[in-house]
């Protein structure tokens, strides 16, 4: 029976969507970060799945209707880009070096250090452009040959580990300047540590916020080069 | 004024058939000039042009951009639930993939806040010498 109804697309796309109503609920009360809506929400889709015994080729009918709004999604990026442009242009010179110092920063480090464990190279593909925000991480993978799984997970935890312990890292790190504080965290972990710098102060937000979009620009223009230079 | 001003739904739908006509044509310029930055992000860009020389209104997408940026993770959970499919690799390479990302966020972090400090210095120091 549940077998039967978690075949048709609409069911699969209908449960994948409340599922995260329900955890995005729970966030919001708790926001414990462990309750983060697309861990849990993945994990009970897969809890279902198991228990109806439904492959992931037939859930990913449904599923890839989902994931074609990433497309538009990404597009969208478009418009906070454009309302940080009066931010930008006032911090142009602090902007365009941390978000280029740190581009090519992530693009090595994630790699060195992955490889130095012995990371297979589609791994290493995979996770590149862990520190741009989702869906460009996802275009990006797409051009690297990278596995399209992968770097969402790796995009999550990075986004995860930024907004728990960015405030704390800057603290040991003897940053002052509020302006650096937020570029350093949205250029490490774009929206997940954006989510903190604005808790932070106005100043940090505002800063971590202008930084997501370009990393995921200047991290699509390199990664290639430095990719193939690297690996 | 009231029969001009569009409604929220018809303004939704325009936003949306907005985004779709950015991310055709950026696909298909990154795939007809074999372009390094993905079809996606040409239209994001495309977007960002057309809202600096105001062929687009921003109230014209800010809407609909809010509503799948808003809820972006619901998006993302399918490929997410497709980690089962490769399971056993990320049995085998779980802990460098783990240890990677995560010391890879902490050095970014401190140098790309140092480098921000460093040229905010630099800047200070240019005013200084009166």
């Known amino acids: 029976m549940l077998n039967s109804l978690l075949r048709e697309p609409l069911i699969q796309v209908t449960v994948t969507l409340f599922v995260y109503l329900l955890t995005n609920r729970l966030y919001r009360r708790f926001h414990f970060f462990l309750f983060n809506p697309l861990i849990l929400a993945t994990l009970i ?13 037939v859930y990913s009918q449904g599923g890839d209707m989902i994931t074609f709004l990433l497309g538009p999604a990404t597009v969208a990026l478009g418009v906070p880009l454009y309302k940080q442009l009066p931010n930008i242009r006032s911090n142009l010179k602090g902007i365009s070096v941390g978000v280029i110092t740190g581009s090519i920063t992530a693009i090595v480090s994630t790699i ?3 490889k130095a464990l012995g990371a297979s190279r589609e791994t290493l593909l995979s996770i590149a452009a862990k520190s741009t925000t989702m869906p460009i991480a996802l275009g990006i993978t797409g051009i690297l040959g990278g596995n399209d799984k992968i770097i969402v997970m790796a995009v999550a935890v990075t986004g995860i580990f930024g907004g728990v312990i960015g405030a704390e890292i800057m603290k040991m790190a003897g940053i002052k300047s509020r ?31 202008a930084a997501i979009v370009l990393t995921g620009l200047v991290t699509a223009l390199l990664a290639p080069y430095i990719v193939k230079w690297l690996i | 004024m009231a029969a001009l001003t569009k409604k929220r739904g018809a303004k939704l739908f325009e936003g949306f058939v907005i985004l779709l006509l950015m991310q055709s044509t950026g696909t298909f310029l ?29 109230d014209q997408v800010e809407e609909t951009a809010g509503l799948l ?5 619901a998006l993302f959970i399918p490929l ?10 990320i049995k085998q390479e779980w802990l460098a993939i783990m240890v990677s990302l995560l010391a890879s966020t902490v050095i970014v972090m401190v140098v790309t806040a140092k480098a921000v400090e460093f040229s905010e210095r630099g800047r200070k120091n240019v005013k200084q010498p009166s």
């Open chain 1, 112 to 114: 060195f250090i992955a």
């Open chain 2, 80 to 89: 997410n639930v497709g980690l089962i499919t490769i399971l056993p690799r």
């Open chain 1, 179 to 209: 302006i650096a504080v937020g570029i350093g965290i949205g250029t490490a972990s774009h929206a997940g540590g954006t989510s903190r710098a604005i808790r932070i102060g106005e100043t940090e937000g505002s800063m971590s916020g």
């Open chain 2, 69 to 73: 940026l808003d809820n972006m993770m």
């Open chain 2, 30 to 58: 990154s795939n007809y000039f074999d372009l390094i930055l993905p079809g996606n992000l040409v239209g994001l860009l495309l977007l960002f042009l057309a809202l600096v020389l105001r062929i687009i209104k921003l």
């Open chain 1, 45 to 57: 889709v897969i809890y279902i799945l198991h228990y109806a015994k439904i492959d992931y080729a």
